[in-house]
């Protein structure tokens, strides 16, 4: 974003609302259909399954980026109406002051030292992070990624619930720092900038879990009624092209184009370095959009009645 506003200091910039949910954005959208004032968004950053979603419900509009042909097929819409910008594996972000030994794997999760420690970054019922931990949490149970690994992750966080291990509050840097949330489910790449935020107060580890490293594309769309339709096309440009895609690398992140990035010479080794090690990536899986699609079906309508829990 500073980028951004370097690049165009004549285009009037205005974050929303950073940690709003996949599904709160696809609402900003609808919310101000007849508004064209700040509260209306030109672009949004939501999980996979939210691009095609809001595409069918008319709520985009196709624009396709000089770039295109360095994202991948497979996180891009043929139209142009959303692409993937980068992705992250899920992983647990540990306050290493209040948690000595630090879990290792998802079973980890259970043990009776971890009580009352155990967050994820937001409501299960509408954020993409939230629900991509259910899956993951599902598949490390041996449950296949989809409806079947949403339905075993809800099984997981009711253990995890009745067992008094989870927290139901939204895990983010400042409960971590503070201790609300000692041991947090989220994107590595958020755990690594938390770490780098709070400069070592606390001392901070992500890991990222030994059976099963679920990675979630965010995928990016501008809204069919952006009140600044062509500063939208611009912040499209920019995140990615070399520029945007470095920065995304920088935060820790892997983009649509971090392999042609990296083989041309364009990432700094000091960058790569920061990031976790490749091999923490070998047991990383991507699911299809049909299993994302299952997965939030699974949970956004089961949580209530499974776990019961209220994440706020």
Request: proline letters at 7%; glycine letters at 10%.
């Amino acid at each position: 974003i500073a980028g951004f506003k370097a690049k165009y200091p004549e285009i009037s910039g205005n974050e929303l609302n950073p940690d709003a949910g996949s599904a709160d954005e696809i609402e900003a959208i609808k919310a101000n259909k007849d508004n064209k004032g700040p509260q209306a968004p030109d672009v949004i950053d939501v999980g996979l399954s939210f691009g095609p979603s809001a595409k069918a419900e008319g709520l985009t509009q196709p624009y396709k980026v000089a770039t295109w042909d360095g994202i991948p097929e497979g996180i891009k819409d043929a139209d142009g109406h959303w692409y993937g910008a980068y992705y992250g594996v899920m992983a647990f972000v540990v306050n290493k002051d209040l948690v000595a030994n630090v879990p290792q794997d998802w079973a980890d999760l259970m043990k009776p030292e971890y009580a009352g420690q155990v967050a994820l970054t937001g409501d299960p019922r509408s954020s993409n992070q939230a629900i991509s931990a259910i899956m993951a949490a599902g598949m490390s149970t041996g449950a296949k990624a989809g409806a079947d690994a949403g339905k075993a992750g809800l099984e997981f966080f009711k253990q995890l619930n009745d067992a008094g291990n989870f927290v139901p509050a939204v895990g983010k840097s400042g409960t971590l720092a503070q201790g609300t949330t000692p041991i947090i489910i989220a994107w590595d790449y958020n755990g690594l900038a938390w770490r780098k935020s709070l400069e070592g107060n606390p001392p901070v580890e992500v890991v990222v879990p030994k059976s099963t490293a679920l990675a979630g594309v965010y995928v990016q769309a501008i809204s069919a009624f952006a009140p600044q339709p062509n500063a939208a096309k611009l912040w499209m440009e920019h995140i990615f092209s070399d520029e945007g895609q470095l920065g995304y690398i920088k935060g820790g992140c892997h983009t649509a184009r971090f392999d042609e990035m990296v083989s041309a010479g364009k990432v700094p080794q000091d960058v790569l370095d920061a990031m976790p090690p490749a091999e923490a990536y070998k047991n990383a899986y991507f699911p299809t959009l049909e299993e994302v699609d299952a997965n939030k079906a699974a949970v956004t309508e089961g949580w209530d009645a499974t776990v019961g829990a209220t994440v706020e």
